[in-house]
């Protein structure tokens, strides 16, 4: 726990959103000094830690998995739908970011700007298979583990919004709130996981973004400050979980 705290304060004094003359990893913000940055064919910039850690496809299911896992077991969000995973291009992905009005790739001024932005690279959806209704996510296939579960995590938290609507409504939990609510969970699996100096990346991009999602989140972290010390008290969900 004392490492905890002194990493994130020796952490947060050394990092910066954006920084001149520094490349920035699109999946997991780290700043690449020492080393070639990798370019993909789409000009994204990768590091070798994430490059080194994609995940394949016969795996994707099994993260998906245990990724919800933690999300029950942690935080006490349960989606009471069969979920699978499906495979998109990035393009794809973004066309269908584009056409429901969802955030992903940051506009490219963003980028200039802030150097590292939170994106989301897939979406979820309803559809019916067998009869039955069934919640699908697309991703990019061979995703990076950190950023893959990022994703995981701000989707099925979008398809629990979806599932208790009524709910959430009823008590009085808008829009703004759940946007917050989203990056907070995000960015506290994070911190479940161990990946501390990934969560403060993701928490100091989004204290140093303009956007609404981010401006709604930083409201959460002050009702609800992150939990680094590791005991994750749930606070955002135990006042309506039991009710929804």
């Not at 496809?57 to 499906?86: A, C």
């Not at 100096?197 to 002050?222: G, M, N, P, Q």
Request: hydrophobic share 40%; aromatic share 10%.
């Amino acid at each position: 726990v004392r490492r905890n705290l002194d990493l994130i304060k020796l952490y947060g004094q050394n990092y910066n959103v954006y920084q001149l003359n520094t490349s920035y990893c699109a999946f997991c913000g780290r700043m690449i000094e020492d080393v070639e940055p990798i370019l993909l064919p789409d000009r994204r910039i990768i590091c070798h830690d994430c490059a080194n850690t994609r995940v394949g496809i016969d795996k994707t299911m099994t993260v998906l998995r245990e990724t919800r896992h933690s999300l029950e077991q942690s935080l006490g969000i349960t989606i009471e739908m069969p979920v699978r995973v499906r495979y998109a291009t990035l393009s794809d992905i973004r066309a269908y970011q584009r056409a429901h009005g969802i955030k992903g790739e940051a506009q490219e001024e963003d980028v200039v700007r802030y150097g590292f932005v939170i994106r989301y690279a897939g979406y979820g959806c309803i559809e019916t298979v067998a009869d039955h209704e069934v919640y699908c996510i697309y991703v990019e296939p061979e995703m990076p583990m950190l950023h893959l579960v990022l994703t995981f995590v701000h989707i099925l938290m979008d398809a629990w919004t979806h599932l208790h609507a009524k709910a959430l409504d009823h008590l009085g939990l808008d829009e703004h709130f759940m946007n917050g609510l989203k990056r907070w969970t995000e960015i506290q699996m994070m911190i479940q996981m161990g990946e501390v100096k990934y969560a403060r990346r993701l928490e100091i991009a989004t204290r140093s973004s303009h956007d609404v999602i981010s401006r709604d989140a930083v409201a959460i972290f002050e009702r609800y400050p992150l939990d680094y010390m590791g005991r994750c008290l749930s606070l955002p969900f135990t006042a309506f979980e039991a009710r929804v």
